[in-house]
């Protein structure tokens, strides 16, 4: 590999970097990055949320600006993207870039320097948490993105069924391997449990129960939180809005308490 595949990516005004990962596509990576970003934003952090899945960007459709184009500028000579900003949150998606289909012939080199693009050549501004939502697995994007950038960690998000915890443990194995030492700030639980509109106060536990909690254990990190497989999540995902316009309070306690421990183990680690 030449030189230039190994040079680092230098964001000196971004405080801090998390990723979120999953072994499996499916499990809710990008529902708890938007909704997480989101949260964060509200507690008053300046945030950014980078779609890293080139393969399936979902990120400006969940926040309804699937129609809009980041715009460019220059800055000290150089050609710069502004990134889109909705609900206090700065985004960047390959999907402002490519129609919808075109992304998934990306592999390998072409993946690498897309990723490269979005986090190099975005005008971030000031940020105290960017947000990376990942594609599903440990392949091209995710090595090129924890090669070339400094980040805080990782958060492993799984559901608490057996098939999602196994693929979810090779996720984390990526990241603990001792040459790309990437901190695992913990896992998040979602799907915990079923909660049906009409009856709030039941749980139902049809995936299993303790999975996260189990995951976390093993590999010694802290278990972050769980949040409850809920209509409104995905209602609000599709609609382009937050979980801030739906009247589910358990589901906006769920994100708030998880970012609250989010901050506590990153100034921990400071
Ligand atoms: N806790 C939840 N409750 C209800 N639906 C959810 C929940 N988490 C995710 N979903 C839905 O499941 C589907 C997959 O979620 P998504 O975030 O796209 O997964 P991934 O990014 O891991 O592939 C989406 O339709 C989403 O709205
Ligand atoms: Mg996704």
Known sequence: MNQKAFEKIELPNVKNIIVIASGKGGVGKSTVAANLAVSLARQGHKTALVDADLYGPSIPMMFGVQNERPSGETKDGKEVICPVEKYGV??????????????????????????????????WGEIDFM???????????????????????????????????????????????????????????????????NHPDEKYYIFGKGGGEKLAQEFRVRFLGQIPLVMEIGEVSDKGTTIYNQSNKTIIDSFEAISHVINEVISVKI
């Open 131 to 197: 947000i990376v939502d990942f594609p599903p697995g440990t392949g091209d994007i995710q090595l090129t993105t924890v090669q070339k950038l400094n980040l805080t960690g990782a958060i492993i998000v799984t559901t608490p069924q057996e098939v999602a915890l196994s693929d979810a443990r090779k996720a984390a194995a990526m990241f603990a391997n001792i040459d790309l030492n990437v901190p695992i700030l913990g896992i998040i639980e979602n799907m915990a449990w079923f909660t049906p509109v």
């Open 90 to 123: 700065k985004l960047i998606s390959i999907g402002f870039f490519v129609s919808s289909g075109q992304s998934l012939i990306w592999r390998g080199p072409m993946a690498s320097n897309g990723i490269t693009q979005l986090f190099r050549d975005t005008e």
